[in-house]
């Protein structure tokens, strides 16, 4: 039985990167519209492309468990003695499971293909996407081909990929939704959205990262035949898809759209609250302004206190090490935090805390330990200790 399982799993890893390619896949074309590109690429126009694309996928993942077993088959008729599905003492319910699985797999395939063969009559008429568009016909597009015709018309616009399988598509006219073989569609004069929940997901780039990601509701806004839908998109593609709607996005109480940055500032004022303070001798004077806002007062000295050592303990070397800054207050923590995380490697971002940059002003090299509220302007939780005199 050793073989079915090695061959089981690697079917089973084959089918769902089919269903759920990964980056690398696709930039190499392992995926099913690289692979069908000749067929689909027949037609330019967008809809049909889509009609195409769902129906190919539908087959090519229908047709994986008859090809698992197509595959059991021949091995079995080419290596008998290693492909012992029915040994000497056969178990009723091994030979049952694998009779139902077979059945199970040439039925999909055939449900598949009936289904295909029937979208497919009177040029895609019947297909779940033709039959989603014939519910936005009006007046002036009195039939699905000519609410398609309209979409293939407007060239501009954005793409915005929500995961393997879902792709969001927003032209001047249209919101549309694309899923693995039906899609939602919409027009924007007619469309209400509403961000509702933002939450949190580690994906995989180049390292393991931490994205938010906005739900956005969308629904009809008086009765109608379109059904609701919810589109799931990276919170850094939100201003792009506000500069493409026709109507601002309306968000709930709860949702607070933040960058990366913004993320990073709220971090670092917490850090810097637990430092100690510097004494009132180095407060500014009341007109003074924060050099980069020109709004906030300075609220914050670099002060070296850092110990100069690493995770381990061990002391850094001399190049690696923070330096005395001689700069007096210039700068407000916000500020300093947006310079801080703006020398900092984005691939990086999970350790931005614990990296060092330079004073924006004599370049001296400091960390998050070397910033201190000024004494007055904000009561950290940390116990407050006077910093040495500077030279």
Excluded at 120 to 128: C, F, I, L, V
Excluded at 320 to 343: K, M
Aim: glycine residues 2%.
């Amino acid at each position: 039985m050793v073989p079915h399982i090695i061959y089981g799993i690697i079917f089973v890893m084959l089918f769902f990167f089919t269903i759920f390619p990964t980056a690398e896949m696709e930039s190499v074309g392992l995926t099913v519209d690289h692979l069908c590109s000749r067929y689909l690429s027949a037609d330019t126009d967008y809809v049909m492309y889509q009609l195409k694309s769902t129906s190919v996928k539908l087959l090519i993942h229908a047709a994986m468990p008859f090809i698992y077993v197509l595959f059991i088959w021949l091995m079995m008729w080419a290596n008998p003695d290693e492909m012992m599905v029915v040994q000497r003492q056969p178990s009723p319910l091994g030979e049952t499971v694998w009779d139902v699985f077979c059945s199970a797999a040439g039925t999909l395939l055939i449900v598949a293909a009936v289904s295909v063969f029937y979208w497919a009559q009177d040029g895609w008429s019947n297909h779940p996407i033709a039959k989603q568009l014939q519910l936005l016909t009006s007046a002036t597009l009195p039939d699905w081909r000519s609410v398609a015709t309209n979409i293939n018309d407007e060239d501009t616009k954005i793409i915005i990929r929500s995961n393997a399988i879902s792709t969001l598509v927003v032209t001047e006219s249209w919101i549309i939704k694309t899923n693995m073989y039906v899609h939602n569609i919409i027009p924007q004069s007619e469309a209400l959205l509403y961000a509702y929940k933002i939450d949190t997901k580690e994906v995989i780039t180049d390292t393991l990262e931490s994205a938010e990601f906005v739900n956005i509701g969308v629904k009809p806004q008086q009765q109608s035949r379109i059904k609701p839908f919810i589109i799931r998109i990276n919170v850094v593609h939100i201003k792009d898809l506000r500069d493409r709607l026709q109507q601002p996005i309306l968000v709930m109480p709860s949702v607070q759209f933040r960058t990366l940055t913004e993320r990073f500032v709220e971090a670092f004022k917490e850090e810097v609250a637990q430092n100690p303070t510097v004494p009132s001798a180095y407060v500014p004077d009341e007109g003074d302004c924060c050099l980069a806002c020109l709004q906030a007062q300075p609220d914050v000295k670099i002060a070296k206190y850092c110990l100069d050592v690493d995770a381990a303990g061990s002391v850094l070397p001399e190049q690696e090490r923070c330096q005395p800054c001689g700069c007096r207050p210039l700068w407000c923590v916000s500020c300093l935090a947006t310079w801080f995380a703006s020398q900092q490697q984005r691939a990086e971002r999970d350790t931005w805390l614990s990296k060092k940059t330079t004073c924006p002003m004599c370049r001296a090299r400091f960390c998050v330990r070397d910033v201190c509220y000024l004494e007055g302007r904000r009561t950290p939780p940390a116990e407050e200790v006077q910093p040495e005199t500077e030279q």
